[in-house]
Structures are given as C-alpha cells and as structure tokens.
C-alpha cells in the first residue's frame, strides 16, 4: 500500500518538474529581454529541480526502508547534496548575470529612466585603493 | 509502465527543453542572452543527471552531478566578471 502511494507520488513530482523545466525553456524563447528571460530561465529550473530531486529522494528512501538499504541511503544523501547545490548556486550565479548586464549596458525593452544611472558601485573605492597602493 | 520506462520518457522532455534553451543561445542578440540561456541549460543536464543516476540506480552519475553544479557556478560567476569589465 505505501509503495504503491510513494509511486504515485514520484509521478505526480517528476511530471511537475518537467513541466517546469519545459517552461523555463519556452520562457527562455519568448521574453523579450536579458532580465525577463533571467527571470524564467532562472526560477522555473531551480522550481523544477526540488521537485525532481524530491522525487529521486522518495525512491531512494524507499529503496532504504525496504529492499535495498545500502543503495537507497547512498542515493537518498547525494541527491539531497546535488539539491542544496543548486538551491546555493543557482540564484547567485543569476544575480551575477543580472548585475553583469546592467554594468555592461544592456536596458530593460520599454525603459524610459535607468534610475541606477551613474551611482557608483559599492566596491568603487576599495579598488581605487588597490591601484594606488600599487 | 515500468519506472525506467518513465524516466526515460523524462529524459526525453528534458532533452527538448535544452533544445529550446540552444535555440536561445544561437540567436541570442546579446552576450547576457547567450549566458543565461547556457546558465539553463546546465541546471537541466543536473538534473538529468540526477535522474539518470536514479534511473539505473547507479550512484556514480548523482556525484558528477555535485561536481558539475559547482564547476558551471565558477564558470558562470568568471563570465558574469569577464562581461562587467572589472578586474578579478
């Protein structure tokens, strides 16, 4: 009876995941812009890999609780690892994309103003104080 | 349907999402487009991997995947700096 629940339930979890990263991908296709696209690209995939991986970690810990111990606590363990990767990496490496973007340019389809025109970045001075020193 | 049969059929739809995401990456107008549509694409091929490794339940393919996901941040990190101008 519960296996037959846990089965279902990585179904219904796998086919949220798809969904998701397919999304990401139209999204990806059809916004017009580098934030908009970052938008989709970055939140439907990170979406879509805790469902993934939480149906992987169901499996493996199915695979604990009956059959096959050893197997299924290895799985259940680096597939949590791989999830906190990616839950770490991926809006970090989004936000880095998004301020690289702005830096080098890149305004918004239907900007008017760039409100953050001309401020100095926050770590302007410490580099400045490299230079000197050098 | 038999469960490798089904991740299977996941793999499929996850191989047409990194199509599309190529898509992007080709046409992309700017740099930034062309980063973050490889951006995508790595989470993807992560999680394929992941799913690969549950799917013939071998637990070589769930470490690479670890790997890769910190590997593709440093680089992602290195081409956002490269883009903005800056020194490192």
Do not use: Q
């Amino acid at each position: 009876m519960l296996y037959w629940l846990v089965g279902i339930i990585v179904y219904i979890f796998l086919a949220i995941g798809v969904f998701f990263n397919i999304l990401a991908g139209l999204g990806l296709l059809r916004f017009p812009d580098v934030y908009t696209r970052l938008h989709a690209g970055t939140k439907c995939t990170t979406f879509g890999s805790i469902f993934i991986c939480g149906s992987v970690i169901l499996i493996g810990l199915r695979m604990w609780l009956t059959n096959n111990p050893d197997n299924g606590s290895i799985l259940t363990i680096h597939t949590a690892i791989a999830l906190i990767a990616i839950l770490l990496t991926n809006p970090t490496g989004a936000h880095a994309i998004a301020r690289a973007a702005h830096r080098s340019g890149v305004k918004p389809v239907g900007a008017v103003i760039d409100e953050l025109e001309g401020k100095p970045a926050k770590n302007a001075p410490r580099r400045k104080k490299e230079v000197a020193k050098e | 349907m038999n469960e490798i049969t089904t991740f299977l059929v996941v793999l499929g739809f996850l191989l047409l999402a990194v199509v599309i995401a190529l898509i992007r990456v080709i046409k992309g107008p700017t740099a930034p487009d062309r980063v973050v549509g490889l951006d995508t694409i790595n989470t993807i091929v992560i999680i394929s991997m992941v799913i690969f490794g549950a799917a013939f339940r071998d637990v070589i393919y769930i470490d690479v995947a670890i790997v890769y996901a910190l590997l593709s941040y440093i680089s992602t990190l290195f081409i956002a700096k490269y883009l903005e101008g800056g020194e490192f």
